[in-house]
């Protein structure tokens, strides 16, 4: 089974485009507060030139339920990536529309499991998310064999092949491990991280 990768946090059509390209599986916009944050009507624009085949999806973070259902109906996103507290009637009122739901988690000393709340996917992040450093993924049981999870948290080029040699995730996301400077994305770098995290990669699939 062929290693699922998600770039996210794009913002140009560049990016978006070097993303295609270079296989990814989704590209991801970021609609909550942060250097990455992109408006719902040039995500809608960017999503436009993104083939069927390619996951769109936008991520949140502790925002009101009728905010994410505009955002995503505006933007035309494929899937709904949530970071927070929500519960399971948030994700059954999502689970509606139609859209492919994704639960970040970050990781502790309880390892959560893929479909607790009702989402389709699960994307286990730094106890830290988003600071873009490394965490230590070997000395802990990480997901269930056969989990649609993604590994996140510090990834880069450098790093993703024996991340997943050590973790066998279902797939990969990386966001600052591809920029140039916080918030740009390096072209080089996502085709680089693709093709590394391809590379003779195993997964738990």
């Known amino acids: 089974m062929t290693l699922f990768v998600k770039i996210c946090g794009l913002r ?8 295609v390209e270079a296989g990814a599986d989704a590209i991801g916009f970021v609609f909550s507060d942060s250097p990455r944050r992109i ?12 083939p069927e085949s390619v996951l769109t999806v936008g991520v949140f ?13 505006e933007s035309g996103i494929g899937a709904v990536q949530l970071h927070g507290p929500e519960d399971r009637a948030y994700y059954d009122e999502l689970s509606g529309g139609g859209w492919t739901l ?15 709340l009702g989402e389709d996917m699960l ?31 510090g990834l880069t080029p450098e790093n993703v092949r024996e991340a997943v040699d050590v973790t066998r995730p279902w797939g990969v996301d990386v966001s600052s491990g591809v ?3 916080r918030g740009v994305k390096n072209p080089a770098l996502i085709t680089a991280f693709v093709e590394a995290a391809r590379a003779g990669a195993v997964t738990s699939g």
């Open 123 to 153: 994307l286990l992040d730094a106890p830290v998310p988003g600071s873009g450093i490394a965490w230590d993924w070997s000395r802990k049981q990480v997901a269930g064999a056969g989990e649609k999870w993604l590994l996140a948290g």
């Open 179 to 181: 920029e140039a400077s």
């Open 12 to 19: 140009t059509e560049q990016d978006v485009d070097t993303a």
């Open 102 to 116: 994704i639960r970040a988690a970050a990781f502790g000393d309880r390892v959560p499991r893929c479909g607790e």
């Open 61 to 73: 973070r502790r925002e009101p339920l009728e905010y994410v259902r505009s955002v995503a109906a």
């Open 39 to 50: 408006d719902p009507a040039a995500a809608a624009r960017l999503a436009a030139r993104i």
